[in-house]
């Protein structure tokens, strides 16, 4: 009996979302419709489905928020975004990240891409689930990685590809994890990443100083300061008090090295 209750309020947790809130349909290129729908969904206080054109272009010229250096206006409330195969792309000679998510905001992404941000990718402060999701062709300059995280992150059944940190001055690594972070059945594949120093961490795939959990991970082909080698250079770092748990995941034909390496944080 106690099962059953348990299983029914399981399943009125999982479907409540979709019929709650509001729902917002995005013409595709209409990024000013986009940014004014998270503007009011953050203001809003209840969930707000957003719905982009299937395989649409959101092509963002310009910063939607210049003091942050953001494409889009940072998540602050409840948000759904179903991309349907949609892209999401930076197209400006600005630098700017694409999204972000403040500290109490909820994001959840699925089947879109996200590409050419040129502050890395993706900040998250908050609650963020990317479902389907393709991070690619994006440049982190000045900053440490393409897709921070500092509250939790959520990935399933999405890439983490083709990306570049250039001369990075400080610790930095493709992905970097002060929170918690989750990742299934998806991959980190051909990143590259260099640094100035040598004193500094550098993580081809996963810099991580929070709990880090990966199942069925492909992490492949990842390049960090190939002609360093030593212990604060790897695929996945694990530094200061991180705590990583891994199963079924494949490193392979990563440069220099295909293990997890433990490091501590330069000064």
């Keep these: 009996m106690k099962l059953s209750r348990a299983l029914a309020l399981l399943l009125s947790t999982a479907t409540a979302p979709a019929m709650a809130g509001v729902t917002v349909e995005i013409a595709d290129r209409d990024v000013d419709a986009l940014a004014a729908a998270i503007h009011a969904a953050n203001r809003s206080g209840e969930e707000t489905t ?9 092509a963002l010229v310009t910063a939607a928020d ?6 889009l206006p940072s998540v602050s409330g409840n948000i759904v ?3 349907n195969d949609a892209e999401l792309r930076r197209y400006s000679d600005e630098d700017f990240a694409l999204i972000a998510v403040a500290k109490g905001g909820q994001l959840h992404l699925d089947g879109l891409t996200l590409a050419e941000g040129s502050r890395g990718a993706l900040v998250n402060h908050g609650d963020l689930w990317l479902d389907r999701v393709r ?6 300059k000045n900053v440490p990685a393409i897709v921070e995280n500092y509250g939790h992150l959520r990935v399933r059944a999405s890439e983490i590809s083709f990306n570049q940190l250039a001369a990075t001055q400080r610790d930095a690594g493709t992905v970097l994890n002060y929170g918690t972070l989750e990742l299934a059945r998806s991959s980190i594949e051909s990143n590259w990443i260099s640094r100035r120093y040598d004193s500094l961490i550098a993580a081809s795939a996963v810099l991580n100083l929070g709990e880090l959990h990966l199942a069925g991970v492909s992490i492949r082909e990842n390049t960090a300061s190939a002609e360093i080698e030593n212990a604060a250079v790897g695929a996945i770092v694990n530094a200061g008090n991180g705590a990583y748990e891994g199963t079924e995941v494949t490193l392979e034909n990563n440069d220099p090295v295909d293990t997890v390496t433990a490091a501590r944080l330069a000064n």
């Design 50 to 58: 957003i719905r982009l054109a299937h395989g649409g272009l959101y």
């Design 66 to 71: 210049e003091a942050r250096e953001l494409g």
């Design 81 to 83: 975004i179903h991309g």
């Design 135 to 140: 991070v690619v062709d994006n440049v982190a």
